[in-house]
């Protein structure tokens, strides 16, 4: 991991709704994230942990605060300015997957280098490369519909993966999983983050945040604590009860 930070929260706050209804989600919150890290953001439910995630990937905008990312001050941008950064910089995986039902696996994972500009043989070979690289290239003419929800996961992370993004983000990426495949996920990310991948995940899985590199955690939109794990082979079997 490198010293210098490839995302950047400074003095991060979001509020929702107004006057007597205001609600603070996320105040006040700093944060460093080096490249190759994976960060695990916990707390309990309606602490501010997704619009923390939403604030950092671009997806949402702080009423105060700065958002750093790859060096560049994103949350000035301009929507179009943004969107353009969104499609080539980040990655986002969704506890309920979010794939297009009329589409197959491969067809879901080219679809963001198709709107990100790549020609059709590009974004097709990136596809079945990643889709390789999950263990899903013998599922790529499967529509959503015909996968479990473990395989509907892999494809989803093939997908945030397709335009090489500075930072991959998951919010409860397991959360629909049952045991068996939330192992297989971990897994998955476990060999991401030792590729390089930056990842940034948000769960309430005690389990699933024992994998990271470091915890930050969240009370009421206040960062409660900041906590580097100690990670590795054993360490990750040893908690999950599998071996690596």
């Known amino acids: 991991m490198t010293a210098d930070p490839v995302l950047r929260a400074v003095g991060l706050t979001r509020v929702h709704g107004h006057g007597d209804n205001a609600i603070t ?3 006040g919150v700093d944060l460093d994230i080096p490249t190759g890290q994976m960060l695990a953001v916990t707390g309990p439910s309606g602490c501010g942990k997704s619009t923390l995630l939403r604030l950092l990937g671009g997806l949402d905008r702080p009423d105060e605060g700065e958002v750093w990312l790859g060096g560049r001050r994103i949350d000035l941008l301009g929507e179009r300015a943004l969107a353009r950064l969104r499609r080539r910089t980040v990655g986002f995986v969704h506890q309920d997957f979010q794939l297009m039902d009329e589409l197959t696996a491969a067809e879901n994972v080219e679809l963001p280098a198709l709107l990100a500009g790549d020609a059709p043989r590009t974004a097709r070979g990136r596809a079945a490369a990643l889709l390789d690289r999950v263990g899903m290239a013998d599922r790529d003419r499967h529509l959503p519909s015909e996968l479990s929800g473990g395989q509907r996961q892999r494809v989803a992370i093939a997908r945030a993966l397709v335009n090489t993004p500075l930072v991959v983000f998951a919010d409860e990426p397991t959360g629909n999983l049952d045991t068996a495949a939330t192992h297989d996920i971990l897994r998955l990310f476990a060999d991401l983050r030792a590729a390089g991948q930056t990842l940034v995940l948000v769960t309430h899985d005690e389990r699933v945040a024992a994998t990271a590199d470091r915890v930050v955690s969240l009370r009421d939109g206040v960062s409660a ?10 360490r990750l079997g040893g908690l999950l009860g599998w071996e690596r």
């Open 25 to 27: 989600a996320v105040d």
């Open 225 to 234: 604590g900041d906590t580097p794990l100690v990670v590795g082979g054993s």
